[in-house]
Every structure is written in structure tokens, then in C-alpha cells.
């Protein structure tokens, strides 16, 4: 529990840091090249755009890391795929519904098995 907490601490950070450069990166790139309006725009688009990519790809190696390492993954837990512990199956699951008041009302899903 320690290594993945440890793991995200770390890769939240690094993602972290990455996307403020990158917006540090789009502020001085447009004000440089006096862009401005639309152009700024999409230029901040695109390069946020790029950082969250390269951000994916950073959570993605961390996965693989935690996986390797054996700290967890998407594999289905023994109990569960030698029948010791019920999937779960939906019954407890609750939608809420939000109206333009913005009140949440909590609704049982069983209309929905």
C-alpha cells in the first residue's frame, strides 16, 4: 500500500508539474509573438492538448509499473474468479439526478435491472 501510494504521489506530481509548463509554455509563447484572440487560443489548445497526452502516457507507465511490481491491475482478484465473493450486481447502486436548482435527489437504479 505504501509503494502505490507512494507511486501516485509521484506521478501526480510529475503530471502536475508537466501541465504547468506547458501552460507557463502557451502564456509565453503567444505573449512573445504578440498572438493574441483566437490565435492564443488555439495555440493554448493545442499545446495543453499535447500535455495531457504525454500525461496519459506518464499514468500509463505508472500502471505498468504497479502492475509489474504487483501492487494491482485490471486481472479479476482469485476470490472473486473462484466464486469466494458475489460480483457485485448493481442493486446497491444509486443515480443522482440534478435539476436546474442544482438539488441533488438520490433515486434507486432497481427500475433499471
Known amino acids: 500500500m505504501t509503494l502505490a501510494a507512494g507511486l501516485a504521489i509521484i506521478l501526480f506530481g510529475l503530471c502536475g508539474g508537466l501541465h504547468a509548463r506547458a501552460m507557463a509554455f502557451a502564456m509565453h509563447l503567444t505573449d512573445r509573438k504578440h498572438i493574441t484572440g483566437t ?27 504497479g502492475e509489474s511490481t504487483g501492487i494491482g491491475g485490471f486481472a479479476q482478484s482469485e476470490a472473486l474468479m473462484m466464486g469466494w465473493v458475489a460480483p457485485p ?7 443522482i439526478r440534478t435539476g436546474s436548482g442544482g438539488i441533488g435527489y438520490e433515486g434507486s437504479l432497481d427500475h433499471r435491472r
Open 89 to 95: 450486481d448493481g442493486t446497491c447502486a444509486r443515480l
Open 39 to 65: 490565435g492564443a487560443l488555439l495555440i493554448a489548445l493545442y499545446v495543453l492538448a499535447a500535455a495531457h497526452i504525454a500525461e496519459a502516457g506518464l499514468y500509463a507507465v505508472g500502471f505498468f509499473i
